[in-house]
Nanobody, 126 residues
Framework: VQLQASGGGLVQAGGSLRLSCAAS????????VGWFRQAPGKEREFVAH????????YYDESVKGRSTISRDNAKNTVYLHMDSLKPEDTAVYYC????????????????????WGQGTQVTVSS
């Protein structure tokens, strides 16, 4: 499956963005999807995960309560809506797809996800 992340940009602190991850190539609804981010000089880190049906979601504590991951399998797209953005949210955001089963101990691991998009830059100014 090929993934294309988009929706990044420059936003002021306190603002909102909606990132999109569009998929093609295979049956997207068969895959769980995760969002990760990598800030300059830091390792890539987990942000959010959604199961293939959208019935279960997980968030990192750093974005919990400010972010919503959702999916529209009819459109082969997963979204990450982020509110109350902070300068520390500045990073390149990546979406990734993994084939179930993905256990609760695994959804934060990069190795869980086989397919990765190219990333979209999010910059939050203070």
């Amino acid at each position: 499956v090929q993934l294309q992340a988009s929706g990044g940009g420059l936003v002021q602190a306190g603002g909102s963005l909606r990132l999109s991850c569009a998929a093609s190539g295979r049956t997207f609804s068969n895959y769980a999807v995760g969002w990760f981010r990598q800030a300059p000089g830091k390792e890539r880190e987990f942000v959010a995960h959604i199961t293939r049906t959208g019935g279960t979601t997980y968030y990192d504590e750093s974005v919990k309560g400010r972010s919503t991951i959702s999916r529209d399998n009819a459109k082969n797209t997963v979204y990450l809506h982020m509110d109350s953005l902070k300068p520390e949210d500045t990073a390149v955001y990546y979406c990734a797809a993994g084939y179930p089963p993905i256990y609760i101990s695994d959804y934060k691991r990069e190795s869980t996800y086989r397919y990765w998009g190219q990333g979209t830059q999010v910059t939050v100014s203070s």
